[in-house]
């Protein structure tokens, strides 16, 4: 390992444990000085974004596309690296994770060291599942993050929360045991063992060897974890009855470690003998899109209608890493992995802006909503901005990842791009309605009175600097998709080729007579 190998390494360790030891401090010091713990706090949710940068962004010398994961062992436990897949999901984490510090910071919440420091945790945790090298340590610091998010439903959520954090902690720890068993089954098939880097494992595993078995547990335990249709019923409560930042992390970064499982585990096995399997993930992955998509349509509740809002839109995601697995073409997870960065800065920036909402009209409820527009024209002109992005408008990063994912199933059935199409206008629909009546027209009779004893301010300071990160970094990828591309281009590839290696030859073409 060279000087800037190690460098890097230790850099992303860092970043992953900075947020953890702050966490530490504030549950060991709950009776800290609220401002103390509000910086300290803030520099364990900034610093990961700031090293995040330092590590991806193209600096003389830097190898930006990471082909070849950096690791470095002890004194850090875990070998740690970043490479074309994981580098900009961690700076996604890392911006996520810094917008929903600033909002967990205005909180008026009891027991604040304990609620910030349990996020903390939950963040350091994410970051180290996207930071780490080690196969076994991703899954790891994703159950490290896991733990946390319960505690926070339980405790600090809204109304349901001792329901929804039972069946995320059922759903959530099965769906773990799954992938863990398939996931030690994969790795009893590769040549390294059970102590396998991402990339030894990558490098030296035999296809062939693969039992189906392990094939099948890895997709649908990753799947749970990713919200795949039928094991995504516990998201919507969960996410409902999370507190907002809580929500903001683990459906915008930490629910992704099932769609990076997913690709790089189990999309390499998926086609070839296991054909039968690609067929499940398939309709799965439509039911995702279409029955996911119209259940968004029959909410009445502004933040369970985001909640099941990002279930519905890991569908498309799964499309392209479906693509993927039975053409052996790069351009599915391509656009899957666009998606799912871009997906994370847009989902996150709603729950935080519908938050906004409820903060100033005191319900989610739509049809107790109206004409908020006059009343906090910055919140509704963020809370639109953000649906845009959610719905793919141009100039936003989920519009490159929604076209992406669609010209990969160009060579499908014209029923198959129909549905996928269908998408855009289901979404479309729920989305202008939900904006529609949360802002615009007249106030309803139960606002209008709670407008006469409290008149509404607009968005703080805190709150739009949360909103403007999110979607500044979704517009900066927008417009300049190579800075994901980039990085993305050559492991895709990578994984393709490895995909299209287990699928069966072509039959050859009948000769002219």
Excluded at 45 to 58: E, I
Excluded at 302 to 314: F, G, Q, T
Excluded at 318 to 336: C, E, I, K, N, Y
Aim: glycine letters at 10%; one cysteine or more; charged letters at 10%.
């Amino acid at each position: 390992m060279d000087s800037l190998d190690f460098l890097h390494a230790n850099l992303a360790a860092v970043a992953v444990y900075t947020p953890i030891v702050a966490g530490l401090v504030l549950l060991a010091g709950r009776r800290l000085p609220a401002s103390f713990a509000s910086g300290f706090a803030f520099a364990g949710f900034a610093l990961p974004l700031l090293l995040g940068v330092w590590l991806v962004a193209p600096w003389p010398g830097q190898r930006i596309a990471y082909q070849q994961l950096t690791s470095v062992g002890a004194p850090w436990g875990f070998d740690f690296g970043l490479n074309g897949l994981s580098a900009p999901l961690f700076l996604m984490t890392a911006v996520v994770g810094l917008a929903a510090g600033i909002k967990a910071l205005v909180q008026q919440v009891e027991r604040r060291n304990t609620y910030l420091g349990l996020l903390l945790f939950m963040f350091g945790g994410t970051l180290g599942t996207f930071g780490t090298t080690s196969v076994l340590g991703a899954y790891f610091f994703h159950e490290f993050a896991l733990i946390p998010t319960f505690l926070l439903t339980l405790f600090w959520g809204g109304a349901g929360r001792r329901p929804a954090a039972m069946q995320m902690a059922i759903y959530l720890t099965v769906g773990a045991m799954v992938s863990l068993a398939g996931l030690l089954l994969v790795l009893g098939s590769a040549k390294t063992g059970y102590t396998s880097t991402w990339s030894e494992l990558l490098n030296t595993l035999d296809l062939r060897v693969v039992p189906a078995a392990a094939v099948g547990l890895t997709l649908f335990g990753f799947g749970v974890l990713a919200s795949l249709f039928p094991f995504h019923s516990w998201a919507a409560p969960g996410y409902t009855a999370a507190p907002t930042p809580a929500s903001m992390l683990h459906a915008g970064a930490l629910k992704k470690f099932g769609l990076y499982g997913i690709i790089l585990v189990t999309l390499n096995t998926l086609g070839g003998a296991h054909g039968a399997l690609a067929d499940w993930f398939l309709v799965c992955a439509l039911a995702n899109v279409v029955l996911v998509g119209l259940i968004c349509l029959a909410q009445r509740d502004l933040k369970e209608l985001l909640s099941w809002s990002s279930v519905a839109h890991m569908g498309p995601i799964f499309l392209g890493l479906w693509v993927t697995s039975v053409t052996g073409r790069p351009d599915g997870v391509a656009a899957a992995l666009f998606l799912m960065v871009a997906h994370g800065l847009s989902c996150a920036a709603l729950f935080l802006l519908a938050n906004g909402v409820r903060a100033r009209a005191g319900t989610y409820r739509l049809d107790e909503l109206g004409g908020l527009a006059k009343q906090a024209p910055v919140l509704a002109a963020l809370f639109v901005a953000a649906t845009m992005a959610s719905i793919g408008l141009p100039g936003f990063g989920n519009f490159w990842g929604e076209i992406g994912v669609f010209l990969a199933l160009r060579d499908q059935s014209l029923w198959l791009q129909a549905a996928v199409a269908s998408t855009v206008v289901i979404s479309a629909v729920y989305a202008l309605r939900a904006v529609a009546a949360t802002f615009y027209g007249e106030p309803t009779a139960a606002l209008q009175q709670r407008l006469a004893v409290a008149p509404v301010a607009d968005l703080g300071w805190a709150e739009r600097l949360a909103a403007l990160l999110l979607l500044g970094a979704s517009l900066l990828i927008g417009f300049q998709p190579g800075l994901v591309t980039s990085q993305t281009q050559d492991y895709c590839k990578d994984i393709a080729k490895n995909v299209a290696e287990t699928l069966p030859a072509a039959p050859p073409a009948p000769s002219a007579r």
